[in-house]
């Protein structure tokens, strides 16, 4: 079946700019995360939603990141006023169940470039 | 919060040789350990995940081992292949919290030469 993709693949933002970036998660997947990776690191973990509840938002850099999934499955990531500091990788993952251990599989991300 | 070091950053090797990737932890609680791959410009793929209630594990060329009391796991890739060469990073998570949010290492850059 399908795996988790997202959109747009890349995206070039003007320091100020608003964007938002969509992510679609494997059909009937309860969880669904949010990482931010920087150049030659690691993800980072930004948000995780059960079904449509924002249940961490412990990992948003700032008030400017917010994220949403409205119906429990499309999920958007919005970032207002873009700064430099937000150019990174932005990928999200989902897994079957709001379950301990489960396999988080990743979509392909969207390159974010803020000039 | 937890906290995951990974060495080398880098790692060359010939075909066929060994190949060996070290991860440190510091949240005594965490208790999944995943493996991810991820090829240049392409999505992190699990390879292999270890729970801490086990010591080892393996699947093929892939072999992983946990030592909780030292709060280190490894990765081991026997008999290197060129496909092989990618960037790989460990994780650590605690699953009992109810989800698993993965902390993850800077990454290793594995090349192996023909």
């Known amino acids: 079946g399908a795996g988790v993709s997202q959109s747009p693949r890349y995206k070039v933002a003007k320091r100020g700019q608003d964007v938002a970036l969509r992510c679609d998660p494997i059909s009937g997947h309860v969880s669904l995360f949010w990482y931010q990776q920087a150049l030659g690191q690691g993800p980072e973990f930004l948000t995780y939603f059960q079904n449509e509840a924002q249940l961490d938002k412990s990992g948003l850099p700032s008030d400017r990141f917010f994220a949403e999934r409205p119906e429990g499955s499309v999920s958007t990531l919005k970032i207002q006023r873009t700064q430099q500091e937000d150019s990174a990788v932005y990928l999200c993952?989902?897994?079957?169940?709001?379950?301990?251990?489960?396999?988080?599989?990743f979509g392909p991300g969207t390159r974010l470039t803020v000039l | 919060g937890e906290n995951v070091e990974q060495h080398p950053s880098t790692l060359s090797v010939q075909e066929g040789d060994s190949a060996v990737i070290k991860c440190t932890y510091s949240d005594s609680a965490s208790n999944y350990f995943p493996w991810y791959k991820q090829e240049l410009g392409k999505r992190p793929q699990l390879i292999i995940d270890?729970?801490?209630?086990?010591g080892e594990k393996k699947d093929q060329r892939i072999a992983v081992t946990l030592n909780k009391t030292a709060k280190h796991f490894s990765l081991h890739i026997t008999e290197t292949q060129p496909e092989d060469s990618a960037v790989y990073f460990c994780?650590?998570?605690?699953?009992?919290?109810?989800?698993?949010?993965?902390?993850f290492g800077a990454g290793t850059r594995l090349a192996v030469h023909p």
């Open positions: 270890i729970r801490s209630n086990v």
């Open positions: 993952a989902s897994s079957p169940k709001d379950r301990e251990g489960n396999e988080q599989f």
């Open positions: 994780a650590a998570s605690r699953v009992d919290v109810g989800y698993n949010k993965l902390i």
